[in-house]
């Protein structure tokens, strides 16, 4: 426990003006059941505030569960304490994982290590900022909508969104649980497929876990950089939706470095790609309405509309005006529709390839300080990512050049389960 205490104190310090922690494990509680070997020993792992470990704060950058500590270990924690990882504490995010940029919480917002004075992007910022600042080797995110892989993109760090079910997701405080996934962020490729194939695995626990071969969770073993004749897919609707030039510069040099080594590059379409965000947001806002009515006050101190911020009660406020039986037809039925258009859009657009490549965000992260005031600004830097989680597929971003000194990263898409291939594509383009 002893040895903890110097770690944490560095960290501490380091973490002063990044504010990517909201607890740091002090008293070592989450080294107690820590394994002596195994796949992650040596490194020291973040954990995103909306999951449960053992004795620490899981806040979820709320106030309304300031005075919540987690009574037990989320699957995915307790395989990371099984193979040895080192717990540093809980990582700051957006409230609730409602947000892009990890402004709104309650914890006050982290910094960008790579790009000074920009927000980090969220929800999981504080997951990307730490690892991208090298306080921790890796993190542990949850992505709804891009979580994990919007803050990769801006810290310029490796974030990875699995298939739906591949992780489990028990311990995991909701925000639309039928697009919600636990991933990895890490500084390279191999680390990240190395945590990856610690979190995966079958859960009973997790109605939606699925139950697959042991080869399948090899992920860092099989990791393969081969990317001639692969055959990728770039939609052409991404140029006019990349809202930043130099991000468009950067992705069309990433596309041009992989077919130079021998990548066949496919040109498609995802024509309804405009419609991706309402479908998104419609679909969050009944689902989160209905994962918040726990927050009544009863069991965790404070009724949530009475404490939390505005973009969580904005959330609420709407979810519960669509779920009322004469609004859900008009909007959450339709929401649900969209959302089986575009997933076929999606996998007929994947027969034909690989996996798509493209931009993860469509604009550089703002200004720390910048006030917001239209939540469309915001929702508008998921449009590249909420495709992935509508239709449950893998999704990876891996930094690919800089405007400015402001990182991008590139985002790689594949079909249900072939998340090895997906993380083979990361994994080649890093290379290069
Ligand atoms: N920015 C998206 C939202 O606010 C994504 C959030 C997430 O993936 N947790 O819903």
Known sequence: MAGNMGFIAELEQGDQELNSFIVLDRQGVALKDRAKKGKLAGLKVGVKSNISVDGLMVSAASKTLENHIGSYDAFVVKRIKGEGGSIAGMTNMDEFACGSSGETSFYGGTGNPSAPGRIPGGSSSGSAASVASGLVDVSIGSDTGGSIRNPASHCGVVGYKP????????????????????????????????????????????ETSIDLDKGFYNFSGNLDPKLKDKKLGYAREFDSLIQDKGIRRVIHKAIDRLSSVGAEIIELSLPNLKIALPTYYLNVYVEFFSATRKY???????????????????????????????????????????????????MDALKEVDVLVGPAVPKLPHKIGTRIEDPMVMYAYDIFTVLANLAGIPAGVVP?????????????????????KVLNVMYGFEQY
Request: aromatic share 6%; net charge positive; proline share 3%.
């Open 296 to 346: 009544d006050g009863r069991r965790y101190g404070h009724r949530i509309e009475e404490v939390c911020g505005e973009e969580v009660l904005r959330r609420i406020l709407i979810g519960s005006y669509i779920t009322q039986k004469e609004y859900s037809g008009r909007y959450y039925r339709k929401a649900l529709q969209a959302r089986s258009v575009l997933r076929r859009e999606l």
């Open 400 to 420: 690919a050049g800089e405007t400015d000194h402001i990182p991008t990263g590139l985002q790689v898409m594949g079909k249900p389960l072939q998340d090895q």
């Open 163 to 206: 298939t739906y079910g591949v992780v489990s997701r028990y311990g995991l405080l909701d925000l639309a649980m039928s697009l919600d996934q636990i991933g990895p962020l890490a500084r390279n490729v191999k680390s990240c497929a190395l945590l990856l194939d610690v979190i995966a695995g079958h859960d009973p626990r997790d």
